[in-house]
């Protein structure tokens, strides 16, 4: 449906070369060997049909729009089939608005406005200044991200630039389902009734400035005033039901970041870096950063660092922050071309102290113009007081046959 509603009326417009689309189906197939405490589903069949299209009636301005359409054989999509605008439903929306934004241009200045993307940093797995950017976490190590509505304007001048966004309505993370294996839950609430409290999101907005210089190396500072898009957890135990309950508590942040990039004749070095306070109680302040080595020989890019996180004030919240929990760890990238049809790629996490590990390795292979075949395993292992060991249970093999149009 999406391919077809993209098509009508191309050829008279493309003509003019003012309108154009772009869009996928994807068919994935996920097995996971094992059980986890309290998930025994061992196959996941996922659909997912995207459609894209811009036009732009001047040079100095562009409309986008794009559409998502899904279905899950796990129940991890809402099947009220109502078209999705906000993208707060803790289920993936069976149709939902990617994006819907216009783009102004004038000289040196940029106007972005509406449903859009906005990301920031250099650094690759784990970016610490990307604060406008939350992510679809039912697959915790697997993350998608989300589009934000908002207003964003970007001042270029000569190597400079200026990007101040804001974003007037909170989007959160969409966290992993209470009972699926995505959740860790204690060995010793088996059997008990997991609960999610009501969830009352925060009317709070969310503004960012950001300067970077680029040239023969790269550099820019950002602020952050908003809200974390990922939850602090406040548990409750009631013991009569039994039953646990689980409330979400969306933290005010501050984040001041640095980010930059210096080529050398082997390889290029990044670096990025945040600091985070808040004002909230029960809520940490820290440091998160990256350092890593990137380099490109032939078809081989090639990535490896470090990430890491400096707790300068420790509060006791228990938070789902997958960011801070792979920090601490090696993490490396590598990807070779084969040719213009195939490709493999290969991804790690590996913690300093050597209780978790994560590898994925992938195998791509395109057929035609429009068919694209891809394979890929993830394996998790551990020890159980790791964030990645505690996952080491959800190892998984995926099949994902794409038609590109």
């Given amino acids: 449906m999406l391919a077809v509603a993209c098509s009508t009326g191309t050829p008279a417009i493309a003509a003019a070369q003012t309108f154009s689309y772009r869009g996928f189906v994807d068919l994935r197939a996920l097995v996971f060997p094992q059980d986890s405490p309290h998930d025994d589903t061992n196959f996941v069949g996922d659909m997912l049909a995207r459609g894209e299209a811009f036009y732009r009636p001047t040079s100095w301005a562009q409309f986008a729009f794009g559409l998502d359409a899904r279905a899950n054989s796990d129940d991890q999509v809402d099947t009220s ?107 010793d609430v088996t059997g008990v009734k997991v609960m999610a409290a009501a969830v009352n999101l925060p009317s709070d907005s969310q503004a960012g400035v950001r300067w970077s ?38 933290p005010h942040i501050r984040s001041y970041g640095a980010d930059g990039a210096v080529p050398t004749r082997w390889f290029t070095i990044k670096g990025e870096a945040a600091y985070v306070t808040s004002s909230t109680p029960h809520t940490d302040e820290y440091v998160l950063y990256v350092v890593q080595l990137e380099r490109q020989t032939g078809e081989w890019v090639l990535v490896g660092g470090y990430a890491g996180e400096v707790v300068t004030v420790s509060r006791g919240q228990v938070a789902f922050a997958p960011d801070r929990g792979l920090a601490r760890a090696l993490v490396g990238r590598a990807s070779y071309t084969i040719d213009t049809n195939r490709r493999v790629a290969f991804e790690s996490a590996v913690r300093q102290n050597g209780r978790g590990v994560y590898v ?32 080491r249970q959800n190892s998984y093999g995926a099949l994902v046959l794409r038609y590109s149009f």
Avoid at 213 to 241: C, M, W
Avoid at 364 to 377: D, K, M, P, Y
Wanted: hydrophobic share 40%; no cysteine; glycine share 8%.
């Fill in 213 to 250: 210089h680029t040239g023969s190396y790269e550099y820019s500072l950002s602020f952050f005033d908003g809200l974390d898009y990922r939850p602090n957890l406040r548990i409750a135990v009631q013991p009569k039901v039994p039953s646990i309950e689980i409330a979400k508590e969306y």
């Fill in 81 to 187: 089939f109502q078209v999705d605008l906000r993208d707060r439903l803790a289920l993936r929306p069976s149709v939902s608005v990617r994006r819907l934004s216009a783009t102004f241009t004038r000289g040196p200045l940029t106007l972005d406005a509406g449903k859009q993307f906005i990301r920031w940093g250099k650094t690759d797995v784990i970016t610490p200044t990307d604060r406008f950017a939350p992510k679809d976490f039912l697959y915790v190590i697997d993350g998608e991200f989300l589009p934000v509505t908002g207003v964003r304007t970007v001042l270029q001048w000569g190597a400079n630039t200026i990007d101040v966004p804001f974003v007037p309505r909170f989007t959160p993370d969409r966290t992993p389902l209470l009972d699926q294996r995505w959740t860790l839950l204690p060995a």
């Fill in 360 to 391: 994925n390795a992938e195998y791509s292979h395109a057929r035609g113009q429009h068919w694209r075949a891809t394979v890929n395993a993830a394996v998790i292992g551990g020890s159980g007081d790791d964030f990645l060991g505690r996952y």
